[in-house]
């Protein structure tokens, strides 16, 4: 047989507790998996046997056995290996562990564990979190999952932190289902360009999710997984010890890093558990390109949706009257010119009102649940998002990309630095 077709239809053998690892780099490239014998999970969700699944470029799969099992794979794989060790049980333990806590909170009818995943940069802390949240809904539960990511924004589009009540395991293509997400829109892709809005929001949604928590006993029981970005010196790390606080966590995940870990030990209540984990030595690291595209993906998505679930967003044109756009930051002023009261970094949450301009061209507009252009806008969250594709300034008119026909749901709209390029 020659390489060529040897690569197109491969079967692998996995004994128990091995994972098959593989990539799908190149564009167009789809590759499919079939689960013959035995039992298998991608990131916790069960693979069900004879079905096929489709896997197009960017993929990077970890298919896990407890048990053993033939796997049949079609396709060109860029990367394909199965690994003997894995920290598949160390995670499976931190599970049982929190199961336990979740039983002690229903006998007592309190808040089920609070649980944040952190870590540096791509050393699987969205996966940890997702394999989590999967065997917490396997076993019955219905958790918050919460995603403080702004870079990659696994629950609505890069920019934003939101949560979601997850009542099913994540599907295999689309991730967790993105019924009535909560979202709050950051505007930038990185926490450091304004710390203290992001901190800001953070509070907000944890307020939220915490009366999300009093108001659904299930939930309130099978508590909350909280995903945060990989920033964690300096500031970063001073974010991470906010959203902790925030969130009252019980628990914190560190992954890879036991610096990370020491200092939280240091700095967190006393009851507080702190516990480390390995990475899992299969976690790709992603270029700054390869981030890029990702987010990119993950904006178009939103408007057009996946393959499998195409949407059809809306285009259509807005008066500048009928819309009020605000950005949220201010240029600082000299603090000589400080008006009375008013602290250095104040103007970072300064809620501006902006005329259409041809700098706001591909960005991202959110569309505030704000009944009034107070400062609330800042703390409010979204109904979602629109882009402006075209603007006439003869006219006084934008033209909006959106998912839902017009009229907008509210009029007052809040820039995003995040810019997309409809190619469509
Ligand atoms: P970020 O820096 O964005 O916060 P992260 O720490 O959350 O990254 P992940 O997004 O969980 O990292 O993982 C990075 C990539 O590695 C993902 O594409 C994921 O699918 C892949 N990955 C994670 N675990 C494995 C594994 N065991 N085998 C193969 N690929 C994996």
Known sequence: MGEDKKSLLQEYKLDQDNELRFEVESK???????????????????????????????????????????????GKTDVIYTAK??????????????????????????RGPITMTVGPSDVGKSTLTRILLNYAVRMGRRPIYVDLDVGQGCISIPGTVGALVVERPASLDEGFS?????VYNFGHKNVDANTKLYNMIVDQLAVTVKERLEVNKKTRHSGVFINTCGWIKGEGYKSILNSGKAFEVDV???????????????DMPNYVKIVFLQKSGGVVERSKHVRSE???????????????????????????SEIKIFKIGAPPLPDSCLPHGMKPKDHLTKLVSLT????????????????????????????????????DMDRQTITLLSPQPK????????????????SH
Request: charged fraction near 25%; charge should be negative; include cysteine.
């Open 356 to 391: 259409p301009n041809p700098g706001i061209l591909h960005h991202l507009l959110a569309v505030s649940f704000a009944e009034k252009e107070d400062d609330d806008v800042i703390l409010s969250h979204v109904a979602g998002f629109v882009c402006v594709s075209n603007l």
């Open 28 to 74: 167009g490239e789809k590759v499919y998996l079939t689960l013959k014998n035995g039992m298998a999970e991608i990131f916790g969700t069960e693979v069900v046997k004879g079905k096929t699944y489709e896997f197009t470029s960017g993929a990077k799969v970890a298919v896990y056995t407890w048990q053993g099992c033939t796997i049949e794979v079609k």
């Open 85 to 110: 060790e894995t920290p598949m049980v160390l995670y499976s333990n931190c599970h049982a562990a929190l199961e336990i806590a979740r039983t002690e909170s229903e006998k007592e009818n309190k």
């Open 407 to 422: 009229p907008l749901p509210n009029n007052i709209l809040v820039l995003s630095e995040i810019q997309f390029m409809d």
């Open 294 to 320: 990702a987010r990119d993906q993950r904006i178009r998505d939103y408007f057009y949706g996946t393959i499998k679930n195409q949407l059809y967003p809306h285009s259509f044109d807005v008066k500048w």
């Open 252 to 266: 914190i995940l560190v992954l890879d890093q036991e610096r990370l870990y020491n200092e939280l030990v240091r």
């Open 178 to 182: 993105q019924e009535a997400p909560l």
